[in-house]
């Protein structure tokens, strides 16, 4: 099982971005999925969840802002971003919860969003 | 929100001692199907964070058995029974009972 987030890049204040999540090893369908996010030194923040039948659900601080989705077909967990800040900057990382029952097991090594003017 | 206080922030350790780490919320995180979805993670600098153990007491395979989580309702504990030089680092509760899904501060665990 692995993930692999991409897309993280240096972006101005109200612009938009999207972030990639490819999953090998489980298909991302049937599991849930989530993304966390890290500002620089800081601890971690969960940004959004997207269940196994597709329910969405999102912090406060990007609801409106932000869409998490995924394509079964291509395997692949989304995160776009749009009209960011720069309290957005942070690194994005991509989790789900295959193995356990109750847990988010496998993580990605992570994508990072600079926002700045 | 759900609120995950964490102490110690920081916590030096000599080698082969033991370390704990608690996590209180501020609502209980068992929820309607029974189970309390209550992890903790591990995070090394400049990596992505591990899951070490998930609703409150099950070991992800490959953890070494020195780790241990307890707890229930509020309140919550990661044991570390014998603390190696690989175990460094930051730990993290994390809830994801209720929405949205929050984590703890994270606690410092060094050694001396």
């Known amino acids: 099982v692995q993930l692999m987030e991409s897309g993280g890049d240096f972006i101005q204040p109200g612009g938009s971005l999207r972030l990639s999540c490819g999953a090998s090893g489980f298909t991302v369908d049937y599991h849930f999925l989530i993304w966390v996010r890290q500002a620089p030194g800081k601890g971690l923040e969960w940004v959004a969840v997207i269940s196994d039948i597709g329910h969405t659900s999102y912090v406060d601080s990007v609801r409106g802002r932000f869409t998490i989705s995924r394509d079964n077909s291509e395997n692949t967990l989304f995160l776009q971003m749009n009209n960011v800040r720069v309290e957005d900057t942070a690194i994005y990382y991509c989790?789900?919860?295959?193995?356990?029952?109750?847990?988010?097991?496998?993580w990605g090594q992570g994508t990072l969003v600079t926002v700045s003017s | 929100d759900v609120v995950l206080t964490q102490t110690p922030l920081s916590s030096p350790v000599t080698l082969g001692q033991p370390a704990s780490i608690s996590c209180r919320s501020s609502q209980s995180l068992l929820a309607s199907d029974g189970n309390t979805y209550l992890s903790w993670l591990h995070q090394r600098p400049g990596q992505p964070p591990r899951l070490l153990i998930y609703?409150?007491?099950y070991r992800v395979s490959g953890v070494p058995d020195r780790f241990s989580g307890s707890g229930a309702g509020t309140d919550f504990t990661l044991q570390v029974s014998r603390v190696q030089a690989e175990d460094v680092g930051v730990y993290y509760c994390?809830?994801?009972?209720?929405?949205?899904?929050?984590f703890g501060q994270g606690t410092k665990l060094e050694i001396k």
């Open positions: 609703r409150i007491s």
């Open positions: 989790a789900a919860g295959v193995a356990v029952p109750g847990g988010y097991d496998y």
């Open positions: 994390m809830q994801f009972t209720h929405s949205p899904y929050t």
